[in-house]
């Protein structure tokens, strides 16, 4: 078993105002899985979670979503060699020749990871590890066995994240151990950049003696050369595969543990009948619950601050006839203003569930999942516990499996993909952001040890780096040179809606951008928009590239129109 997890450190406040504890840090567990029904030929299953009772490893209950990943299958074996010739007639004819040994099977693909630094952001707020892991299988035109996960070999996807103010979570992928993997993989280090064993913190360097844990992952082993065939009739054809099993989706209240300002408990499953469930009968049961995740809503706003003191009282009157009197004494100090009004409270997070029917989208049907805060955005109604049209923040479809293929032991049908998490309720309250000329940059909406996102009066989102820098996406364009046509990487050829208030920086071309084709809730689809010549990465770097272009279209907006200042002198200042 592997685990891993991220803390927050706590530093003295000496502001009257300052909040409570750091935020509970977040946390990752890898456990090997034996071959079997799961994994044919083994592999690891990766559980992440928020290590809420602190003691640097993840438990059992405190897992919110899991991952499998299974090595590759062996080859399959080599078809039946051809049947030897007839002896001559007549007695005892010679024997014909053995049959022709059957073709080797064909390698398994390996299973590839790609671990990248997840900027703060929508997916998460404080930065974290982005998971891609994916067979190297050449699927959507890539190109197979070559060691190298491409963007459309992407089968699963998910999110590490860190906590606040914790210290940066590196994964540094390897040559896996030739003595463990022989026919070769790869191996994982992973470790908090806190300088242990002599390391340097913060370098963004994992050092050995910052590592934590390792853990191998190993290819499949190659497939055994076919025997020699006999000589006989064919086989018959292979029974019709059985349909793909549904998927299904249960909604309840969150715990307190998870949520403790309340919010939605998510649970997905096949409705295969596991444990002592019913298949196909249309209900979720517990022994049938796959994964799990909460959508929590946000926290109370904090009180207001104090008022001021009242004004001194006035001098007391002159003394009556002969000498002046003395100056009457200044009056009390008047009493302390009342506390302000406590601020609004944060918004719920609701969750639709709508049916799918069979279409383009979901061939077999399926469950669309939306989210969003009950805010009353779009012309709905805030806080009626309702999520209305207008509200919807994010939409994800989950489909029914895939009928299994005609033929020899047709396979099941795929399990859908699962529902991304809804977004966190924001706080109540109304801070502002200023630069050193005291420009105000907007309303804060989220903040990190990275930067700030703000809301601009024109009703853009965007982010900003502490030291007034903007952070870069990574966008495809159709030249070699990352100037012509962009656009922004969904990372899958699925479509996927985005919210087109949140602004893109495309620091190759040093403009903000913002999606295009923006329907009448605010949300672009993305698509496939031809080949590629070149990638923008996240660092703002620019590199040739090929393939197709999976994204969402950019339109240039300058920051007048987006009611951006020009320029941005740090420091910046949270009002």
């Known amino acids: ?7 927050a450190g706590n530093e003295e406040n000496n502001d009257s105002n300052a909040g409570g504890d750091s935020a509970p840090a977040a946390a990752l567990r890898i456990d090997t899985v034996a071959p ?32 499998l990943i299974c090595n590759g299958e062996d080859g399959q074996d080599g078809e039946d060699g051809a049947a030897g010739e007839a002896g001559a007639p007549g007695e005892a004819g010679e024997a014909g020749d053995p049959g022709q040994d059957g073709e080797a099977g064909e390698d398994g693909y390996s299973v590839l ?27 959507n035109g890539a190109t197979e066995r070559d060691g190298v996960l491409q963007l459309e070999e992407v089968d699963q996807t998910s999110f590490v994240c860190n906590g606040a103010d914790a210290p940066i979570n590196l994964t540094v992928t390897r040559d896996a151990d030739a003595a463990t993997c022989p026919d070769g993989g790869f191996g994982l280090d992973i470790g908090l950049d806190n300088g242990d064993g002599g390391g340097t913190a913060g370098n963004g360097m994992l050092e050995a003696g910052e590592i934590d844990a390792s853990r191998e992952v190993c290819n499949g082993l190659d497939g055994q050369t076919g025997a020699a065939g006999q000589d006989g009739a064919d086989g018959q054809d292979g029974a019709n595969g059985q349909d793909g099993i549904a998927s299904l989706v249960r909604l309840s209240a969150a715990s307190t543990t998870l949520c403790s300002n309340g919010g939605q408990l ?22 049938e619950v796959d994964e799990t995740s909460a959508v929590c809503n946000g926290a109370d706003g904090q009180d207001g601050v104090d008022g001021q003191d009242g004004a001194d009282g006035q001098d007391g009157m002159n003394g009556q006839d002969g000498a002046d009197g003395q100056n009457g004494a200044d009056g009390q100090d008047g009493m302390n203003g009342q506390d302000g009004a406590d601020g609004t ?17 979901c061939p077999t049907g399926g469950q669309r999942i939306d989210t969003g805060l009950d805010n009353g955005d779009g012309n709905g109604t805030a806080r009626n516990g309702v999520l209305e049209s207008g509200e919807v923040d994010t939409t994800r479809n989950i489909c029914n499996g895939l009928d299994g293929a005609d033929g020899q032991d047709g396979m099941n049908g795929q399990d859908g993909a699962d529902g991304q998490d809804g977004a966190d309720g924001m706080d109540g309250g109304s801070q502002s952001v200023t630069d050193a000329n005291g420009r105000n940059l907007g309303s804060l909406v989220a903040l990190n040890a990275s930067g700030v996102t703000l809301l601009t009066s024109a009703g ?12 870069s996406n990574q966008i495809w364009y159709t030249d070699a040179s990352c100037q012509v046509a962009p656009v922004l990487n969904s990372g899958s050829s699925t479509p996927r809606d985005r919210y087109a208030a949140f602004l893109v920086w495309d620091a190759q ?6 999606t295009a084709n923006v329907d009448a809730n605010g949300f672009s689809t993305s698509g496939v928009h031809g080949a590629v010549g070149s990638i923008q990465y996240s660092d703002g770097s620019c590199s040739t590239s090929s393939g197709n272009k999976n994204g969402w279209v950019l339109n240039d907006i300058t920051k007048a129109a987006a009611g951006i200042p020009a320029a941005i002198t740090p420091p910046l200042t949270v009002q």
Do not use: H, K
């Open 1 to 7: 078993m592997l685990a891993w997890a991220c803390g």
């Open 113 to 139: 990871v790609n671990l990248t630094e997840e900027s703060p952001g929508i997916e998460c707020a404080q930065g974290g590890q982005r998971i891609d892991v994916g067979l190297d299988n050449g699927d």
């Open 36 to 67: 079997g029904d799961e994994c044919a030929t083994g592999g690891i299953t990766i559980f992440t979670g928020v290590d809420t009772n602190a003691n640097g490893v993840l438990d059992e209950d405190e897992e919110s979503s899991s991952n």
């Open 345 to 361: 409270n944060g918004f719920s997070t609701l969750v639709n569930l709508v049916t799918i029917n069979p279409s383009a989208t």
């Open 509 to 514: 071309r040093n403009t903000f951008t913002q």
């Open 460 to 471: 853009y989102y965007y982010d900003v780096a502490w030291d007034g820098t903007f952070f």
């Open 266 to 287: 998510i649970e997905t499953g096949l409705d295969n009948g596991d444990g002592s469930g019913t298949a196909n009968n249309g209900t979720l049961e517990d022994d």
